[in-house]
């Protein structure tokens, strides 16, 4: 196994779905309520983040969002790693806040 597998990331998911009917308003909900029970984090509107520990760990995770897409819309998915994630910049009008931490990662010996 590549040692890279072993690196901590960050899966950006991004999407675009419509809301014009009442049954793409209730895809909508559903797609996003699974987010959020999968352990994503509401990024900015419509991009939601989720830290993984492992690149197998993002691969079970791209499957899963893979297995519940929307009949409609479009969904990206990006993966980065932690020190790309760090080095986001983030502007709330002219003031500059810091990114979240990446989350304490679990050792067992």
Not at 14 to 43: C, E, I, N, S, W
Not at 46 to 53: E, K
């Amino acid at each position: 196994m590549q040692l890279s597998s072993y690196r901590s990331m960050w899966l950006v998911t991004m999407f675009d779905l419509p809301v014009d009917t009442r049954l793409a308003r209730k895809h909508y909900a559903q797609f996003r309520k699974f987010l959020l029970t999968d352990g994503f984090h509401r990024l900015q509107y419509s991009i939601y983040g989720r830290h993984c520990s492992s690149e197998e760990n993002a691969h079970v995770h791209v499957r899963r969002i893979e297995h519940r897409l929307p009949p409609d819309g479009e969904v990206r998915i990006l993966t980065v790693t932690d020190k790309q994630f760090e080095r986001m910049r983030i502007f709330w009008g002219k003031t500059r806040r810091p990114s979240p931490d990446s989350p304490s990662q679990l050792t067992l010996f």
